[in-house]
């Protein structure tokens, strides 16, 4: 059980970090998918795929989803269980975070709780929903400071290119 546990744990670690350096901060920089489905004014936790059942929000949810599919793959033959753990948590976990758009608020226990686990709470994940420039880490807190260098650096990055391209 102890083994089932760790693993699960560390699916989403890695998950997490996976999705937020490789999709999720290069989509802020690069793409738009992520952000018209998610950042767009007027946008609220209908838009979801969870509820709109909309082809382009499942596909972002699927792009963002799929480094947790890829460990979970790897992981499957050390703990199937612990696999299903971590997959359960990590669904769990995108409904939880989207509650505040619902108008609940996390309780102070399971809010403390959460900051000392580094686990994002509704409230800390909407801050990105309103400001996408902040709050990066979809399960863990402590993803949020080197995502916001990456995010940093990709934008340089791409204004630098369009400076080599067009200059002249």
């Known amino acids: 059980m ?26 802020h920089v690069l793409g738009r998918l992520h952000v018209q489905v998610h950042h767009a004014p007027r946008k609220n936790f209908r838009h979801y795929a969870v509820l709109s059942g909309k082809p382009v929000v499942m596909l972002d949810g699927i792009l963002g989803a799929l480094p947790y599919l890829l460990v979970a793959a790897v992981f499957w033959p050390l703990s199937g269980p612990g ?43 909407w801050q990105h929903h309103c400001n996408s420039y ?6 863990f807190t402590f993803f949020d400071a080197p995502a916001r260098l990456w995010l940093r650096q990709l934008r340089r990055w791409r204004l630098n290119r369009r400076r080599y391209f067009f200059a002249g």
């Open 2 to 27: 102890l083994q089932a546990i760790a693993l699960a744990w560390l699916l989403l670690v890695i998950g997490d970090g996976v999705s937020t350096f490789c999709y999720h901060v290069p989509e």
């Open 83 to 125: 696999v299903l753990l971590g997959l359960a948590f990590g669904q769990f976990h995108v409904w939880w975070r989207h509650t505040t758009a619902l108008g609940w608020q996390t309780p102070r226990a399971i809010a403390k709780l959460c900051g000392w686990l580094g686990i994002t709470t509704p409230e800390q994940h």
């Open 134 to 139: 902040t709050a990066y880490g979809d399960i």
